[in-house]
């Protein structure tokens, strides 16, 4: 079992940037694939970014190809987002996810989300 806390969200204006970090426990978070989704109000979850096991695979969304980078470092069991040029519609509780397969579906541990807000 994997036990998820994201950390790093917060207010930001338009065009500013943002790191979230999701620590893990468990011993076998560098075995799981990672991802990172989001849920703005009234909307359903989206995936947002993922990366493989070892970290050499990445996958976007559209929405946030070239501004958002996803990475991990599994001796710290810790997962990254680091969001830059954020736009307005980036607002979202934004939450980490163990895989259940690489690169698009998620598996049944979440953490609590970290709430993003960009303003104009």
């Known amino acids: 079992q994997v036990q998820l806390v994201e950390s790093g969200g917060g207010l930001v204006q338009a065009g500013g940037s943002l790191r979230l970090s999701c620590a893990a426990s468990?011993?076998?978070?560098?075995?799981?694939?990672m991802g990172w989704f989001r849920q703005a109000p009234g909307k359903e979850r989206e995936l947002v970014a993922t990366i493989s096991w070892g970290g050499s695979g990445t996958y976007y969304a559209d929405s946030v190809k070239g501004r958002f980078t996803v990475s991990r470092d599994n001796a710290k069991n810790t997962v990254y987002l680091q969001m830059n040029s954020l736009k307005p519609e980036d607002t979202a509780v934004y939450y980490c996810?163990?895989?259940?397969?690489?690169?698009?579906?998620?598996?049944?541990?979440w953490g609590q989300g970290t709430q993003v807000t960009v303003s104009s």
């Open positions: 996810n163990a895989l259940r397969g690489y690169p698009t579906i998620p598996g049944d541990y």
């Open positions: 468990g011993r076998t978070f560098s075995s799981y694939p």
